[in-house]
Structures are given as C-alpha cells and as structure tokens.
C-alpha cells in the first residue's frame, strides 16, 4: 500500500478530535526534543470552553485527563453531564474570576490558572471544602505592561505570593500568563525568569505558539482551537 492510500485509510479511521490530538501530542514531542526535555515534564490541559460535553468525553476516551474551561456556569453543566468520568478527570479553571463565582470554583474545579488578587486568593482557600485535597493553584502575571489588563504585575509578585502561600487550604504552584496577541517568543522567558521558591509550574503557551512555551520552560500548555477545532 502506497505511504498516501495509508494516510487516507488512516484519516478515514480516526476522527477529526483524535487527528488533531495526535498532531497536537506530535507537535509537543518534536518541541521537547528541540528543546532538550524530557516529555514527561509537559501537560496538556484541553481548553474545552464553549465545546459540548460529548467532545469532552470523546477527548477523555482517547487518554486525555486535563481539561480547561473559562466560565463558570457553562464548566458546571459539563461536569454535572460528566459526572461519571470525575475520578478521571482534572479540571482547570482558567478564565477571569470574580468573586462572587470563588464558591463554585473552589468546591468543583482541581487547580486554578487564573488568581490575581489575594482577595480572591483568601475566598478560594476559605471555601475549599474540607474533604477535598487543597485547590492547586498559579498566579496570573501580566506579562504584557500596558497591553493586557488582567494578571499581576511583575513588581508586585514575590511580596503577594509569600502572602498567598500561607493560606491553609491552597497549593501555590506556579504562574499563568496570556501574552497579549503578536508578543514575541521572549515574553515566555519573561514568565520563567519571575518564578518564586517553592512554585514548579509554569502554564503558558496555546495553540499558536505552544513550541516558544515549551522553550522556555512550560509545564502546562492550555491548547483549545488546535485539539477540539475553532469554537462556535
Ligand atoms: C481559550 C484559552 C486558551 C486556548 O486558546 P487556543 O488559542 O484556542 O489554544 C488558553 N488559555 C486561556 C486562558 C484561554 O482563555
């Protein structure tokens, strides 16, 4: 059979969610390799906002476990349809976050990409339920000055996490950042360089330029569009 006939029986068999995951897990094992790491230091959370529970459920059949969502009341209805995949999945909040939404936060999500405040930081630690292990959590850095809005700023990051790690029912583990859009691959460096004693995760990089993430140090990439397609 001819290497092309292969392919097109290949494409024919998979579905278009498990071709993307496979270029998308092709794309950061050639990454890891330019980069000299090993593989196993890299996650993939699969950003499923706006996507229907069933393609969450097909992603979670073909092995993946992370998954992302940005809204509150939308992941709430996912995960309620999902409910019995739970103990399989781990769910990641990374969207803006206001504080009357900390409640639901705390008591459905695992980790948390999008905490930029110490209030929000306090609500999250005193509403995580007590049966449940401490809610992962990275700080939001505003890596971008004037261009973005959200996220710390730089400055002002050791003295808030040395205050945030304190809080009893939270993990601080590392830091988050959204470039703002046409940044260079530099600004990836810029989150790395600003990681604090104690923190080991670094959650950056998307679909359009995971490779510059994980060449500087990514330990969670957040891809939706190039694993579940364009959102509707
Ligand atoms: C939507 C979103 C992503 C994924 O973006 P893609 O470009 O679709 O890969 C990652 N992180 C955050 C915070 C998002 O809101």
Redesign the pocket.
């Known amino acids: 059979m001819g290497v092309r006939t292969a392919q097109a029986r290949l494409r024919a068999i998979m579905s278009m969610l498990e071709t993307r995951l496979h270029a998308v897990h092709a794309r950061m094992q050639a990454a890891c390799q330019s980069a000299r790491r090993d593989p196993s230091s890299l996650q993939l959370v699969c950003?499923s906002?706006t996507q229907p529970a069933s393609a969450i459920r097909e992603a979670a059949g073909l092995g993946e476990r992370h998954f992302?969502e940005?809204y509150v009341q939308e992941a709430l209805a996912k995960l309620e349809q999902l409910a019995d995949l739970r103990s399989q999945l781990v769910w990641h909040f990374?969207?803006p976050l206001q504080s009357n939404k900390t409640r639901l936060v705390a008591e459905h999500f695992d980790w948390v990409h999008?905490v930029d405040s110490l209030k929000l930081a306090r609500r999250l630690s005193e509403q995580r339920p007590a049966d449940r292990p401490p809610l992962q959590i990275c700080l939001q850095v505003n890596t971008s000055g004037e261009a973005s809005k959200s996220g710390i700023a730089p400055e002002a990051l050791p003295a808030l996490a040395g205050e945030i790690a304190q809080l009893p029912r939270l993990h601080l583990r590392g830091l988050m950042h959204?470039p703002a859009p046409g940044s260079d691959a530099s600004v990836h460096r810029r989150l790395a360089a600003l990681l604090q004693p104690g923190m080991d995760q670094l959650s950056m990089g998307?679909?359009?330029d995971l490779e510059a993430a994980v060449a500087a140090g990514a330990t969670w990439l957040?891809?939706?569009?190039?694993v579940f397609g364009a959102r509707r």
């Open positions: 950003v906002k992302g940005n990374i969207g999008s959204i998307m679909s359009e957040r891809i939706g569009t190039a």
